[in-house]
């Protein structure tokens, strides 16, 4: 289903974001509601962050999941899906727990998702092959990080006894590099918050 022929009447909730302290949501509010204005969307709400592509910690982000959760909405709006997604993963994620909901992701500049959609089951295979590229990229980079600290010298690892953290630290030590909290790490791999903390500290 086209965006264009999206039911109207629809509660949306707008979300705008920007990466650094000196760019301004402003623009992306006033095209998102401007749109919404042309396609008869009810606004329910609008919520700005400022926050990197990568960053984990996204408050804004998380209220309008908790719309969705409680039913208070029937689409986000953003003027597009990098504004949304920290990662394909992250979107593929995200898409399927709004789905969850009976939500729609509307992007301005792009299509609506829809997963109950056979359009939308077809953008979600597409995006869990990315994903798994994701990972895969992931994953080489720290095999290749971890082989060129050896070839220095350094000590890595814990003990052979502790499997545990032998078998996460390489995803530990990429999440952490990309700047994901130690809870983000334990949740998204999960393990504890100290087997995260072990692989970082001993890294």
């Not at 909901?101 to 953008?123: C, H, N, P, Y």
Request: hydrophobic residues 40%; proline residues 0%; glycine residues 6%.
């Amino acid at each position: 289903m086209d965006k264009d022929t999206f039911c109207k009447d629809k509660r949306v909730a707008l979300y705008c974001r920007v990466s650094t302290d000196d760019q301004s949501c402003d623009r992306q509010e006033r095209d998102l509601l401007a749109f919404a204005a042309r396609a008869g969307f009810a606004v329910v709400g609008t919520y700005k962050e400022r926050a990197s592509g990568t960053k984990n910690d996204r408050k804004e982000r998380a209220l309008v999941l908790a719309l969705a959760q409680s039913r208070q909405i029937d689409a986000v709006l953003v003027t597009e899906l990098t504004r949304w997604g920290r990662s394909t993963q992250d979107l593929l994620a995200t898409l399927q727990e709004l789905n969850d909901q009976g939500v729609s992701i509307i992007a301005e500049r792009g299509a609506q998702f829809d997963l109950g959609t056979a359009q939308g089951k077809m953008i979600a295979g597409v995006l869990s092959v990315l994903a798994q590229f994701e990972r895969d990229l992931i994953a080489e980079r720290t095999r290749s990080g971890l082989a060129a600290a050896r070839a220095r010298g350094k000590q890595l690892g814990r003990p052979r006894g502790n499997r545990t953290d032998d078998k996460h630290r390489s995803a530990v030590l990429e999440l952490h590099h990309l700047g994901f909290t130690i809870r983000a790490i334990a949740s998204k791999l999960h393990v504890s918050k100290d087997t995260v903390q072990r692989c970082i500290s001993k890294s």
